[in-house]
DNA sequence: CTGAAAGCGCTTACAG
DNA sequence: CTGAAAGCGCTTACAG
């Protein structure tokens, strides 16, 4: 009954401007400035477009107005992996709201054949979000060559390009101390590693940075720094997989005193496992997470962690790439800040090995 | 240094063309179907454009190819408020599945000026992924009118119209009679209301559905069913939300013995204030979610929920728009189906009333 | 208030 | 193997 879909192809302003018996440009004008039609004709030509079913086609519209009115979030991986993470669906949030505000929809662009590369040329936007990329890959050239504006998240910073970066460093330093301070000298990191296919290079990006910042904490130290013993496990960011580590971590006669998360979702994993294993924590072992997703404070114990303002750098983020696109101010940067946040989950160790003699 | 998103525009096909020596549909085939091409010409091409630094325009090709090569997905709500909802996120985890096997992008098209109705005839996308619209709504006569393919998720059936639908009827009967079966008579059933903003009718839709299926329970009990006390309250579908909900209906004098929250996140909040009111689950009360979201299995105890396959239908909704895109096959139906997933958060009411002489 | 013309940047039969 | 021409469907100065 439709009909619309299928058999005759859909009208376009030229049937309508027939069926009317005006000028496209009229039709035009009835749609996107109708005050500059006599309020007869707007009126005829407006209900001839709705007898005919007639609606604008978007895209020839793109192409003369020069706009998608579409901001593009360019993604490492692709859009499962990424809906998966908690982490990029907060970010989106905070882009989510720049597009409310401005007006724009939003494209998930996944590699194509796995190459990130090969996306950026198909996309059709005003600019791209790019997360997951360091400054010197091939893909700034090509985003450069496509020639619209962008914007790089958790990337290194750079002169030339605009940039929105977290002090990773300084919030993983904050939470080694953290533990130091408390006592502990027997420490395990478990890092996140990046998803199969990731095209992203792990060892830099946050991942790196939060590793020079625990390093850096040790450094501070001073001569003591040799008595600490630190142990670095990685594992997949999800919680499924920080529970496995956990069980490896925890379940064993020479087990950390510490265990710092590089990541919530990470340390909720571990938690899981200390329940499972009748460890307490703190009281057992300290447990600390990076991020402070709003799950964080629903974790038993409430979870000691770095916050990092996600939402916000998705704000800043898609609010410098419009700034970008309506032409003003190129070239913007800006560093955002990290917190600790001190819960229930970590406290100073217990003076007795645990596998000794008891408390 | 880059420059070429500044001062001078974009080259053009005609501009490579120009440079190199051929004609535009030369530079056209280089790119496209480089084997109509000498290698020398191609190479020649290839090269002039790579000093220019020439991509296609990917809006002019979309155009005179008549595709975009992204789907759509029209939410009833921005996005921040979609992405908040770890539904939405599992729902794109699905439909991002198909992307990435067929090679589309995702446009995520919230309501423009708070109207869904006019946030359709803007997206450049060769077909829509409806959530939260019934079939006599304005919007799909909209998107007839689009002339794209689109497909009705969590609708009611129409003949029509492709259409994705879970049973919630039938998952919802099945835990209210899970509970009545345990010997529950004093059940709060938690219902998750619309957001702020929302346009969709929630009487109708899932909400509706999961109502009528706690009736059908209600119904198929006989004559007893007059000892039932039903309760109903609302909130909105987050875990704070759910969270202070569950502090109201479980400090009081008059507490239920089960309540059977319509989401799994207002469960877990539900769970978080019985746990700060000392109140044992299942021992003092019963608790139940919907929608066995992967949190459930975490939750402590673990959550007696509904299953639905929410990544299933994000799947075989896109991938009958797929099919719907490519030509194939109008018109499908797709029901999928619930389960009952008894885990540890529900049992058998105490003989005694709570506040009597207890256990 | 209204229209004729040019043009957005590409691809695709068609012809040679 | 290569190119001239038409066309995708619209908007936008410009002129009247």
Redesign the interface.
């Known amino acids: 009954?439709?009909g619309?879909?299928?058999g005759a192809k859909?009208p376009t302003s030229r049937d309508v401007a027939t069926a009317a018996g005006v000028s496209r440009t009229a039709v035009s004008f009835a749609f996107n400035d109708p005050g500059r039609l006599s309020a007869a004709t707007r009126d005829r030509i407006l209900e001839v477009a709705a007898r005919l079913?007639y609606?604008?086609?978007?895209?020839?519209r793109?192409?003369v107005q020069g706009r998608?009115?579409?901001l593009g979030i360019l993604l490492p991986q692709?859009?499962?992996q990424?809906?998966?993470n908690?982490y990029y669906?907060?970010f989106?949030?905070?882009?989510?709201?720049v597009?409310?505000q401005e007006?724009f929809?939003?494209?998930?662009?996944?590699p194509?054949?796995n190459s990130m590369l090969d996306?950026i040329?198909?996309?059709?936007v005003d600019g791209f979000v790019v997360t997951g990329l360091e400054r010197d890959r091939g893909e700034v050239a090509e985003l450069?060559?496509?020639?619209?504006?962008f914007v790089l998240v958790d990337s290194e910073s750079d002169e030339?390009?605009p940039t929105v970066e977290v002090d990773d460093q300084a919030g993983a330093a904050a939470m080694m101390t953290h533990l130091l301070e408390l006592g502990h000298r027997d420490i395990t990191v478990l890092a996140f590693e990046a998803g199969p296919d990731s095209v992203i290079d792990a060892a830099r990006g946050p991942l790196g940075r939060r590793m020079a910042g625990v390093d850096d904490a040790l450094d501070g130290l001073g001569p003591v720094a040799s008595d600490v013993r630190l142990r670095v496990v990685e594992a997949r960011a999800t919680?499924a997989e920080g529970y496995k580590a956990g069980l490896d971590i925890l379940d064993s006669d020479d087990r950390p005193t510490a265990v710092f998360a590089l990541s919530d979702i990470l340390a909720?994993g571990v938690l899981?496992a200390a329940?499972e294993l009748g460890i307490s924590v703190p009281g057992d072992v300290s447990v600390a997470g990076y991020d402070d997703q709003?799950e964080a404070v629903?974790l038993?114990p409430r979870l000691t962690t770095v916050r990092q303002p996600i939402e916000a750098k998705g704000r800043v983020a898609a609010d410098f790439l419009v700034s970008a696109i309506r032409g003003s101010s190129?070239h913007h940067h800006h560093t955002l800040h990290t917190a600790l946040i001190v819960r229930e989950s970590t406290a100073t160790p217990r003076k007795t090995p645990v596998r000794g003699t008891g408390a």
């Open positions: 009954m439709s619309s879909t299928d859909r079913g609606r604008p086609d978007p895209v020839a793109m192409l998608t009115n579409s692709d859009i499962p990424a809906m998966e908690p669906a907060q989106l949030v905070g882009v989510g709201q597009c409310h007006g929809t939003l494209l998930l662009v996944p194509l054949r996306a040329p198909y996309a059709a450069e060559r496509r020639g619209v504006p030339d390009v919680r909720a899981d329940y709003p629903w038993r190129r």
